[in-house]
């Protein structure tokens, strides 16, 4: 178990390295991904094969009496480990962990490095030894992995290690756990992978929209967007003098938009993905029953310990789309249109109050999406020293919302009817999308929206129209198969040909009457002729 989780790890890192600069769908990732998942819940020989009972200490210790002295415990290895580690990575390199095997098991009765090197199945040699022993790198096998985790390296010291009975210290835990990591990283970098080209779309526009806001004034953003009503249009064009147009306009009441398409397009792109990532076996409990649940050590009662494929596909590409959403929103925000780093309030001061209300309508929808209408939650990974991503990203959210509301509330007057008209805006992307984004946030009937209620809330102009400008990719899964058809749809098809049929021989005999007529007109004529002659 120890050499396949070894290998398992070592596939993703050779196919990242090979994979720099070049664009790829990581499907490498989600097999193995799936692989194990697979190896963790439904391997039935695991459970027998990591027997505590059939441990080598507890063999060691019945046979040789007084041999399970020399065993050491996993908290022991791990202290040696954590020397090692010097960048708190994780990972140590190959000739550091026969460093730390030698160092942890000294005093023993076992050689560690030996020891690791037997499981591996690697040549021995007596300079390689040697080496080893004395602290000098031997790197000189090729077939030795360049790096190894605490877990790996607890399974490949099965031999010396004295493993609980259950428990995350086990050796089935120590399993789970390695086999954990593996499936969370298959599944966030193929779910980076998936997203690479909508989240490049997302950018350009949100860059485009930015850079527009902060350099036009608030009637060419209103015409760009197409929110100038006919008679301002009218207007513009009739009255001369420039300045007064501008201030005639800008004392009009204010006119909310739609949510701008690069958000509503990217959030369809994500489900699109998870629609044709996902088969109805994903939806499956991952455990068969309770009894297999508890030979396996996993508690029912812990929703994240049981998680199905499905929803660790969704819960990976949530993750993703809001970790990348927000990261865009605040490096775009805080940065000038050169691409220079700047003040975020200076960047909204630039931009005009219908811009504001736009980029507020689209954080705030983002926001209303992760946090709101999400019912399945997030992917969470299990290291402790990894930053909780979804409290990062809800932070600048929850920063980047309240800093654009303070900035429309004193660049406008009608802040509660901007409120209301921006959470009417955000029920018809809801109504009009629900097909799409109910598989990626789930149901939610409040917000549910009516035609009838397209028309202005208070006062608060704007179209109703919601559109997306990028093409949707077909969520078609499966070829629809061939049926056969109703029998009243064959008689239907038959009486056509009948009829078409009686149409053609009623056609052809009417011809052939007329060509006889026309035979029998000339064959009086004729004979009238002979007889007049005789």
């Not at 929103?329 to 960047?347: F, I, N, P, Y």
């Amino acid at each position: 178990m120890g050499r396949l989780l070894n290998e398992l790890r070592r596939m993703l890192v050779v196919a990242k390295h090979k994979s720099d600069g070049v664009a790829e769908d990581a499907t490498r990732e989600f097999i193995v991904g799936r692989l194990c998942h697979l190896l963790k819940f439904r391997l039935k020989s695991l459970p027998t094969l990591l027997d505590p009972n059939s441990s080598p200490a507890v063999l060691a210790a019945g046979l040789g009496g007084g041999k399970s002295s020399g065993m050491i415990t996993l908290m022991e290895l791990r202290s040696s480990f954590d020397l090692a580690d010097d960048d708190d990575d994780g990972l140590i390199s190959f000739d550091e962990a026969m460093e730390a095997m030698e160092s942890a098991f000294s005093g023993t009765h076992f050689r560690g490095a030996e020891m690791v090197r037997d499981t591996l199945l690697l040549s021995q040699s007596s300079s390689a030894v040697g080496t080893a022993a004395s602290g000098v790198p031997s790197g000189g096998n090729k077939s030795a992995p360049p790096n190894v985790t605490l877990s790996e390296l607890a399974l490949l010291s099965a031999r010396g290690l004295r493993h609980d009975s259950s428990g995350p210290e086990s050796a089935l835990g120590t399993v789970q756990t390695s086999l954990d990591k593996i499936v969370n990283r298959c599944f966030g970098e193929w779910a980076r992978a998936a997203l690479s080209p909508s989240l490049k779309s997302f950018t350009t526009g949100l860059h485009k929209q930015i850079g527009v806001a902060s350099t036009v004034s608030d009637v060419e953003w209103r015409r760009l967007n197409g929110l100038i009503e006919k008679e301002d249009d009218i207007l513009l064009r009739e009255i001369h003098d420039t300045r007064n147009d501008n201030n005639n306009l800008s004392e009009k009441q204010t006119v909310v938009g739609q949510v701008s398409s690069h958000v509503v397009s990217y959030l369809l792109a994500v489900s699109a993905v998870l629609n044709r990532s996902v088969c109805p076996v994903d939806s499956l409990p991952p455990v068969p029953s309770p009894d297999y649940a508890e030979m396996l050590g996993i508690s029912l009662s812990e929703k994240r310990d049981i998680a199905n494929m499905q929803f660790i596909i969704r819960g990976s590409l949530l993750g993703e789309a809001l970790t990348s959403l927000s990261a865009s929103l605040q490096r775009e925000l805080a940065s000038d249109g050169d691409g220079g780093a700047t003040d975020q309030d200076e960047t909204l001061q630039k931009c005009s109050p219908s811009s504001l209300i736009q980029i507020l309508m689209d954080v705030q929808f983002i926001n209303r999406c992760f946090f709101e209408r999400n019912c399945h939650g997030f992917l969470l990974t299990a290291d402790a020293g990894e930053s909780d991503y979804v409290e990062d990203s809800r932070r600048i959210i929850d920063h980047l919302s309240e800093h654009l509301s303070q900035s429309v509330k004193l660049a406008t007057s009608d802040g509660s009817s901007i409120s209301s008209a921006i959470l009417e805006r955000h029920a018809q992307v809801f109504s009009s999308c629900d097909l799409f984004l109910s598989s990626l946030f789930g149901e939610d009937e409040s917000d549910t929206f009516s035609a009838s209620n397209s028309a202005s809330m208070n006062g608060v102009g704007g179209s109703s129209v919601v559109s997306s400008l990028n093409p949707l990719a077909s969520s078609r899964r499966f070829v629809l198969l061939p049926i056969q058809a109703e029998k009243s749809l064959t008689e239907l098809q038959l009486r056509g040909k009948y009829s078409k049929k009686n149409q053609e021989e009623k056609a052809s005999s009417t011809s052939a009457m007329s060509g006889n007529a026309l035979g029998t007109g000339f064959g009086f004529l004729s004979s009238m002729l002979s007889t007049k002659t005789r």
